[in-house]
Nanobody, 115 residues
Framework: QVQLVESGGGLVQPGGSLRLSCATS????????MHWVRQAPGKGLEWVSR????????DYTDSMKGRFTISRENAKNTLYLEVNNIQVEDTAMYFC????????WGKGTLVTVSS
């Protein structure tokens, strides 16, 4: 059974940092492209970033380059997303997704940015 479980969300002050984690099981994690996608309250899905199966390359939405860092630890079947200088507009549900075609989705972790 494929499982993706995000964690690390919560209330964060503007300008702060956080690291989201996605623990996975039930599929060959090291063979899969992995993505982060977010959904702000009342808005549609927004693709954030993706990383190759071996972690050698990653891509980001232009507006997120520099503040967001995706990484993975294949030995632990875990994906990460680090966000620095977090802004109010980063408030969203963040989803971890497996597969180049985004076959498997987690349930998300909520990040709220507020002072």
């Amino acid at each position: 059974q494929v499982q993706l479980v995000e964690s690390g969300g919560g209330l964060v002050q503007p300008g702060g940092s956080l690291r989201l984690s996605c623990a996975t099981s039930g599929f060959a994690f090291s063979d899969y492209w992995m993505h982060w996608v977010r959904q702000a309250p009342g808005k549609g899905l927004e693709w954030v970033s993706r990383i190759k199966p071996d972690g050698s390359s990653s891509d980001y939405t232009d507006s997120m380059k520099g503040r967001f860092t995706i990484s993975r630890e294949n030995a632990k079947n875990t994906l990460y997303l680090e966000v620095n200088n977090i802004q109010v507009e980063d408030t969203a549900m963040y989803f971890c997704i497996a597969g180049f075609a985004m076959e498997y989705w987690g349930k998300g972790t909520l990040v709220t940015v507020s002072s």
